[in-house]
């Protein structure tokens, strides 16, 4: 039995970039994005969706993102980068479906605390 195609189905960047976004301010250890990280004229001329510490580029039907954070000073950097790489490749899979060739995270800088 063959199946009727009804049309295409496409997924904006900036929705993908609101998945990456929401997804990685939910890790604990991660304090913000680092907003400076993209820019509208990088998105711009390269095509890339995103902003707000967010860039992220469809190659072939897959997503590679790169997100730019604050941590929190009582993290493991390598340690909350690999979260953050494993809870946004798991969201963006589920909530689109596209395959995820990668998540870059940069750790742009770290919240430090006031002495007590």
Known sequence: MAEDKLGTVRISPEVLATIARLTTLAVPGVASLYHD???DVDR???GKGGGGGVSIQ???GAVRVEI???AEQDRNLYDLGLEIQGQVSRAIK????M???AVNVHVANVTMGIPE
């Not at 589920?94 to 479906?97: K, L, P």
């Open 37 to 39: 990280f993209t820019s």
């Open 44 to 46: 711009f001329f390269r």
């Open 58 to 60: 469809v190659v072939d």
């Open 68 to 70: 730019g954070i604050v």
């Open 94 to 97: 589920e909530m689109v479906g």
């Open 99 to 101: 395959p995820v060739l």
